[in-house]
């Protein structure tokens, strides 16, 4: 779901989606093995395109919300917290501030409990997540986030607070009240080997857990106010293990000074226990890896490491791993970094965690899916639950205990809890805007429904509508039994208008359907059971007839009797109802729509809308005459005759029988909708107050919002559930309420929509101008890229990155409304005083392009439009391909439409006057030449 909503450009709902069921959506999407898990399972592995990057997805909507400022509340919809019982008033106390612990109390703060600590033993927040990941590739700031958004709900966190007999017990905090002791303490020592025991830091020997942190301090700015230093490596570097955190290590150390890694492990390749992300970083930043050798003995020269000596290992006949004592390996070395693992050995922690039982592991006994320990107020998650092995798991440790907890605070108050597991979803105030709109007496909940299409084939369809969310439906156009129809097949198919896309995401669709094969009875038996179940959603009746008075009296009568909320009359239909005399053969004459409006006015007292077709010479003048004909509104508009494609062999398609007959079908979505924005805007300037139903390429809030701007007062959805289905409703209404609400913050001022200004980047991530650095331009290929490369890193080893001025810009406090939500009512019609006509623009307020060269991938795109479609105003170097807009640019914009990189060219103002190049100076006269015999 929250991948639609980013295609919707609905970042706002897909961060929700996310958070809601893990609140460390960002650092997860950043870390954790999406290869192994959600992208592992997706669908399009077996196809060619591959498997989408979920979660550099899910990085990206979350990142964009973080940047959105937005605190998170509980949900709306559950009794406030100073109204529940007093058994959300336990107090609870979760120990490490690590993932497990921040879920566990994200969790339970949205189920109500009010009175939630957190307690952490460093002087930072985040657990092993902060420590022991490092900061490119999970920078600090994102951490404080997600703990920010837990505080949001009143979460509390008290640093420099442990388990120790000389701090935190589970004794001492069962004894100050605490109901619940949540244990998220990660597994804090380090597991080694005894050839490790007498080495030390000086001697050039760091397990992971010694390493990683100074790493982390020295290079997460506001991890820590001290000013660490990274270690000092340098030489041959030996990492052991093959985790996720031996990669860490690997990859950490090349950064802090060493020429060349090993990494050591006792398997093979197929038996790597990180996950493929983690080895292709190492392997890209050439970390050499050798397998098969389990360590023997350290070499020490003049109390350094100088070397290692190590034992082939290989499989026997049971699959045990063993040493061959007859095949040593010896590598030299600088440096010894031991990433075994790590566990819980602590004796001042175990004795602080008594009364608990412990098992074989030396880990607390837990039951797995209570995660419960032999105590039955203590739980634990994380490493220290024995079954995690990666932040996502963790994650859903802390929100499984959360559910348990509550059952067990419950529990002790003899009240009911399901025994369905159902914890809150993320909210914040944007869910709370109010997207209800009235048009002619009507009160809808959200100006999203149905059209009268395939989507509302049937009464059965409408209702799993209704429940999902939709505000108003009409229906499928009925009439009449005399003027029943039975539809041909094929008659619905893709469009070819984005090339050859194959799959949901189709900008276009053609059908040669007709109106619904239901009967009028079967419609209005619809209507009435549909009103009785649903009252508070609209329904529409879409209904069609010839140019008979009778026909249309009978028909509007019957559905208003039914229970309609108010009729559509289909006078647009673009195929195969013409030669009946009904649809467009009706709504091509003003006389014909203005006198059909009459009759229908004069038969029923409810709202009607006359449905208009582009297939006209005016479509204002039509809409006049609806109008004049007392119809409350209009619907703009219909499909667009087209034919959409001819086959190789001259056969068509859709082609119907043996004789691969076809006809004009209506073509509909996003390849309609400038037509039918631009209907919109001339009805709702013509004739202002209007009500206008739009239609046609609504396929996103985002687009539905150009629709409101433009004039239209509800929105009808048909295409975009051709390539999804109902459930768009959530993404449509959560985007619309992100749109308004973002409206009224301040600092917002150069978003589209919910886009965030681009910056200047590479791959997604932030560059520097190297033409500051240097004082020239470099391309991103080849030699060049090397070349950038080598000044960055030049620059960086001058940078002190611990520096305030490279501390991220807080998020707390939130962004607040600095002026009024604005309704929906507010938004309609909102772009018409900027939709003019070709006179009233001014010429002499010109543009001009400007290439983002450190964005610019050097394809030369913009080159070849502008060469032989444009104006002949960009070079392109054929050494360093790098363009360049020269001043004979005319700012036609061809080359930003071209680009494949967003922004990377941009639209500046012209600073000098613009001259246009005529040819032959005005007034001087064309002289034919003389023939030459």
């Given at each position: ?87 959300y008033k336990a107090k609870v106390a979760l120990i490490g501030c690590g993932p497990a612990s921040i879920s566990c109390a994200t969790f339970l703060a949205r189920l109500g409990y009010s009175d939630l600590t957190i307690f952490e033993k460093e002087q930072y927040i985040g657990g092993l997540s902060s420590s022991e990941i490092p900061q490119y590739r999970l ?266 907890i509550h059952k067990y605070l419950q529990s002790l108050q003899n009240a009911e809890v399901p025994e369905r597991p159902c914890l809150p979803n993320f909210f914040t105030p944007v869910d709370q805007v109010d997207i209800s709109v009235e048009m002619c007496g009507l009160k809808f909940e959200n100006p999203f429904g149905l059209a009268s299409a395939t989507p ?478």
């Amino acid at each position: 779901m929250f991948i639609t909503s980013i295609a919707n450009k609905n970042y706002y709902g897909a961060a929700k989606a996310i958070f809601s069921d893990n609140p460390l959506g960002l650092t997860c999407g950043m870390v954790c093995p999406t290869s192994d898990l959600c992208v592992g399972g997706c669908n399009l592995y077996a196809s060619e395109e591959g498997p989408i990057n979920i979660g550099g997805l899910q990085q990206f909507a979350t990142e964009i919300f973080k940047s959105m400022k937005i605190p998170q509340i509980r949900d709306p919809g559950l009794i406030p917290v100073d109204q529940l019982p007093v058994s959300y008033k336990a107090k609870v106390a979760l120990i490490g501030c690590g993932p497990a612990s921040i879920s566990c109390a994200t969790f339970l703060a949205r189920l109500g409990y009010s009175d939630l600590t957190i307690f952490e033993k460093e002087q930072y927040i985040g657990g092993l997540s902060s420590s022991e990941i490092p900061q490119y590739r999970l920078p600090y700031e994102v951490v404080s986030f997600e703990v920010d958004l837990m505080k949001d709900l009143g979460v509390r966190v008290e640093l420099g607070k442990g388990l120790s007999t000389g701090d935190l017990t589970l004794e001492s905090l069962k004894s100050d009240g605490y109901q619940v002791v949540f244990l998220g303490i990660g597994l804090p020592d380090p597991k080694t080997i005894p050839i490790f025991s007498q080495l030390t830091q000086s001697m050039g020997f760091y397990t992971s857990k010694d390493f990683l942190p100074v790493v982390a301090a020295s290079s997460k700015p506001g991890m820590c106010a001290c000013k660490s230093k990274l270690p000092t490596l340098h030489g041959n570097v030996i990492v052991l293990g093959a985790g996720d955190t031996a990669f860490d290590c690997a990859t950490s150390a090349l950064r802090c000074g060493a020429r060349r890694v090993f990494v050591v492990f006792r398997k093979g390749f197929t038996n790597i226990r990180a996950v493929p992300e983690e080895m292709d970083l190492a392997k890209e930043e050439k970390c050499e890896f050798l397998p098969f050798m389990s360590p023997h003995e350290v070499i020490i020269k003049s109390d350094h490491i100088a070397g290692m000596e190590f034992y082939r290992t290989e499989q026997d006949q049971d699959g045990n791993w063993v040493e061959d004592e007859d095949q040593t390996i010896r590598l030299k070395a600088d440096f010894i970094i031991s990433a075994f693992g790590s566990g819980l050995t602590d004796s001042d922690i175990i004795s602080a965690m008594s009364p608990l039982k412990f098992n074989s592991w030396g880990l607390p006994e837990l039951n797995q899916e209570t995660m419960q320990a032999s105590e039955p107020w203590v739980f634990c998650g994380g490493d220290l639950g024995g079954v995690a092995q990666t932040t996502v798991e963790s994650v859903n440790d802390g929100k499984q205990a959360a559910w348990y907890i509550h059952k067990y605070l419950q529990s002790l108050q003899n009240a009911e809890v399901p025994e369905r597991p159902c914890l809150p979803n993320f909210f914040t105030p944007v869910d709370q805007v109010d997207i209800s709109v009235e048009m002619c007496g009507l009160k809808f909940e959200n100006p999203f429904g149905l059209a009268s299409a395939t989507p509302t084939t049937s009464s059965p369809m409408i209702r799993r509508a209704f429940e999902m969310g939709w505000a108003f439906s009409l229906t499928k156009t009925y009439s009449l039994d005399k003027d029943i129809i039975t539809n041909v097949s094929p008659r619905i198919v893709r469009g070819t208008t984005s090339g050859h896309v194959y799959g949901p995401g189709q900008g276009a669709f053609l059908n040669i359907e007709l109106m619904s094969e239901k009967t009028a009875a079967y419609w209005c038996q619809s209507v009435a059971e549909l009103k009785r179940d649903f009252p508070q959603k609209i329904i529409i009746a879409s209904i069609i007839c010839s140019y008979s008075k009778e026909d249309w009296t009978e028909l509007a009568q019957m559905s208003e009797k039914a229970g309609a909320d108010a009729l559509e009359l289909n006078l647009s239909c673009p195929h195969g109802v013409g030669e009946r005399g009904m649809g467009l053969a009706c709504g091509q004459s003003e006389e014909l729509v203005r006198n059909i409006c009459r009759w229908v006015r004069q038969a029923v007292k409810i709202p009607i809308f006359a449905k208009l077709s582009p297939h006209v010479e005016d479509i204002v003048t039509i809409a006049r005459a609806a109008k004049e004909g007392n119809a409350d509104g209009v619907t703009a508009t219909n499909t667009v005759s087209g034919l959409m494609g001819l086959k190789g062999n001259a056969s068509a398609w859709p082609a119907v029988g043996k004789e691969k007959r076809t006809t004009y079908g209506g073509v509909s979505g996003n390849a309609i909708r400038p037509i039918a924005l631009r209907a919109v805007a001339s009805i709702a300037k013509a004739l202002p107050g209007f009500p206008i139903l739009a239609a046609g390429g609504i396929d996103s809030a985002d687009a539905g919002l150009q629709f409101l701007h433009a004039g239209a007062s509800v929105l009808q959805v048909c295409s975009a559930i051709h390539n999804q289905d109902y459930t768009l409703i959530e993404d449509y209404i959560t985007s619309l309420k992100t749109l308004m609400y973002l409206q009224s913050l301040g600092g917002l001022d150069d978003w589209d929509g919910q886009s965030p200004p681009t910056p200047i980047h590479q791959l997604g991530k932030p560059v520097l101008r190297v033409s500051d650095i240097v004082g020239k331009h470099l391309p991103n290929f080849g030699p060049y890229k090397e070349k950038q490369k080598e000044l960055l890193a030049a620059l960086k080893k001058q940078t002190d990155i611990l520096d305030e001025k490279y501390h991220p810009p807080p998020l707390r406090p939130p962004s607040i409304p600095k002026k009024p939500i604005p309704s929906v009512k507010d938004m309609i019609g909102k772009a018409l005083p900027m939709i003019t006509s070709y006179g009233d623009l001014d010429n002499q307020q010109q543009a001009v392009a400007v290439i983002m060269e450190e964005m610019c991938i050097n394809c030369g795109k913009c080159y070849m439009t502008c060469n032989d479609s444009g104006y002949q105003a960009i070079t392109f170097d054929p050494e360093t391909h790098l363009p360049k807009v020269t001043k004979d640019c005319t700012g036609c914009t061809l080359c930003v439409s071209v680009c494949p990189i967003i922004d990377c060219i941009r639209m500046v103002p012209l600073t000098t006057p613009y001259v246009p190049k005529r040819g032959i100076p005005l007034g001087q006269p064309w002289v034919a030449p003389v023939a030459v015999r």
